[in-house]
């Protein structure tokens, strides 16, 4: 932790970066560092690959200043919640500090502060500020606050522990705007999205004795109903609390037509293991993966259940 305030004092002009496709835990941790490093009086600039991003989480502190291009002057950069660098979007030229909390983490930065017992890299930023003795203020809490109650799903997880909720108690007496958050996070919906989720649940199948339950977006469906890939998650989740089910598996064609595979499990079905083998990872609960060829969303739903026979 020394090594990166050292690094920090000495950066002229620092690039936090979120991954592509980010989510509030992403998003939350470079919001609450933006602020961090203004209050340090540093010159920083946040960049995110993906040019369309969930509006929902808008009112995170600093949204409005994400940029899709990577500055050229950045003569530091900090990713924040990128399990590996192809979650970065761009290939980064100046040094590196790898801030997160994935067990898969490929440590690729030139420092690396990887902590896979903590919920979410909020939480994990929340003792990196107060072991520094930082000020966290309203846009600092209100920040943390959302990654972790996204990252916990609504404190639903079964990683959630005591310290998670110790944490989120200080936040919101620091002035975390919490029902901001809860209403953003957990309600906010866009017309797409409901339409989207018509469509999955229509086309949802249930394999393996039920224990599997099925989701295949093609890209076809994606562009009629107008939704992103973030708006496949609310019904993925919501998947695993019907009878019997014990793992979700979206499989979602992109614009080229490659897929990206997202895994959601519980009863303890660790499905890192299967997304590990199509180079992808996450948590024991909560994995994903993209296959970068062109191949039927079919072959790969097989392959997947095939793999996942074997672990339930």
Not at 40 to 53: A, D, L, N, R, Y
Not at 85 to 94: A, D, I, M, S
Request: charged share 25%.
């Amino acid at each position: 932790m020394n090594e990166i305030l050292e690094k920090i004092e000495k950066a002229t002009h620092i690039v936090l970066i979120s991954h592509v496709n980010p989510d509030a835990d992403s998003l939350g941790s470079a919001s609450a560092m933006y602020t961090f490093l203004l209050q340090k009086h540093k010159k920083v600039s946040w960049f995110c690959k993906s040019e369309q991003i969930n509006q929902k989480l808008s009112f995170l502190p600093w949204f409005e200043k994400i940029k899709s291009t990577f500055p050229l002057s950045g003569d530091l950069a900090i990713s924040l919640d990128c399990a590996n660098e192809k979650r970065l979007g761009v290939q980064v030229e100046c040094d590196l500090i790898n801030i997160d909390h994935h067990i898969s983490n490929t440590n690729y930065g030139n420092l690396n502060f990887v902590q896979p017992d903590f919920i979410s890299t909020t939480a994990v930023l929340y003792n990196f500020f107060k072991a520094s003795s930082a000020k966290i203020n309203i846009k600092i809490a209100t920040a943390l606050y959302a990654g972790i109650l996204d990252d916990s799903d609504a404190f639903l997880s079964q990683n959630v522990d005591g310290t998670t909720f110790a944490t989120v108690s200080e936040l919101i007496e620091l002035g975390a705007e919490h029902q901001l958050c809860n209403k953003k996070v957990l309600k906010s919906v866009s017309l797409a999205s409901l339409r989207l989720k018509s469509v999955m649940f229509k086309n949802m199948t249930l394999e393996q004795d039920a224990k599997v339950a099925v989701f295949c977006v093609s890209e076809e469906e994606m562009r009629a109903t107008g939704a992103l890939g973030v708006d496949c998650e609310a019904p993925l989740k919501e998947s695993l609390h019907l009878p019997n089910v014990k793992v979700a598996l979206l499989l979602r064609q992109k614009k080229n037509f490659t897929i990206k595979g997202s895994l959601r499990s519980n009863f303890g079905v660790d499905v890192s293991k299967i997304a590990t083998r199509f180079g992808g990872g996450g948590h024991v609960y909560r994995a994903g993966f993209e296959i970068d060829e062109i191949i039927s969303l079919e072959e790969v739903k097989i392959k997947i259940l095939d793999l996942l026979e074997k672990e339930l």
